[in-house]
T-cell receptor, first 114, second 109 residues
Framework: SQTIHQWPATLVQPVGSPLSLECTVE??????LYWYRQAAGRGLQLLFY??????ISSEVPQNLSASRPQDRQFILSSKKLLLSDSGFYLC?????????????FGDGTRLSIL | EDQVTQSPEALRLQEGESSSLNCSYT??????LFWYRQDPGKGPEFLFT???AGEEKEKERLKATLTKKESFLHITAPKPEDSATYLC??????????FGTGTSLTVIP
């Protein structure tokens, strides 16, 4: 079976500090990978998605970047965090080869910027 | 513009009081509609996929249905452990999913 790991679970960072959130998937190959941000009372905002190593699509202009150095590893980064980067960040995967399959989510990272 | 709207935003039910949650969508070329359950501080947990109008899926006290413009999540005789936020998402061609803002369900013992 497939599993997705996301860490850390919570993170408190000062404004202007760098960020690195990591997500890995086990039990499948060539997944589609996604980063979302979820604000309180709002839906999931797609930040980035990737269909393969080194292939990143960005959905909104922002202070964040994403990388996919390995097939099942997806990293969300920032060089200098802003207060507005606070939120709940979710990583998800879906089968690439099986068409219209659902996404499966990690347990998220609660990021607080001070 | 592709849009997914869920109603109501919040719902309080007595234990055993059945009800329905609504997800309406305006997406051309629907490739799938997905229901998720999200507990506080956790990621969404996949429940159901519906692909075509008239399709139904069931799991324990939950039943999801799909028409050409909306989907319903019916909850029969809910229990307190059914309390959570329920999200729906739609997918059209491509790799993107569009999520609603969810319905927060509270089941009171």
């Amino acid at each position: 079976s497939q599993t997705i790991h996301q860490w850390p679970a919570t993170l408190v960072q000062p404004v202007g500090s760098p960020l690195s959130l990591e997500c890995t998937v086990e039990g499948t190959s060539n997944p589609n990978l996604y980063w979302y941000r979820q604000a309180a009372g709002r839906g999931l905002q797609l930040l980035f998605y990737s269909v393969g190593i080194g292939q990143i699509s960005s959905e909104v202009p922002q202070n964040l970047s994403a990388s996919r150095p390995q097939d099942r590893q997806f990293i969300l980064s920032s060089k200098k965090l802003l207060l507005s980067d606070s939120g709940f960040y979710l990583c998800a995967w879906s089968f690439r080869a099986r068409g219209n399959q659902p996404q499966h989510f990690g347990d998220g990272t609660r990021l607080s910027i001070l | 513009e592709d849009q997914v709207t869920q109603s109501p935003e919040a719902l309080r039910l007595q234990e055993g009081e059945s009800s329905s949650l609504n997800c309406s969508y305006t997406v051309s070329g629907l490739r799938g509609l997905f229901w998720y359950r999200q507990d506080p501080g956790k990621g969404p947990e996949f429940l159901f996929t519906l692909y075509s109008a008239g399709e139904e899926k069931e799991k324990e006290r939950l039943k999801a249905t799909l028409t050409k413009k909306e989907s319903f999540l019916h909850i029969t005789a809910p229990k307190p452990e059914d309390s959570a936020t329920y999200l729906c998402a739609v997918k059209r061609s491509g790799n993107q999913f569009y999520f609603g803002t969810g319905t927060s369900l509270t089941v009171i013992p």
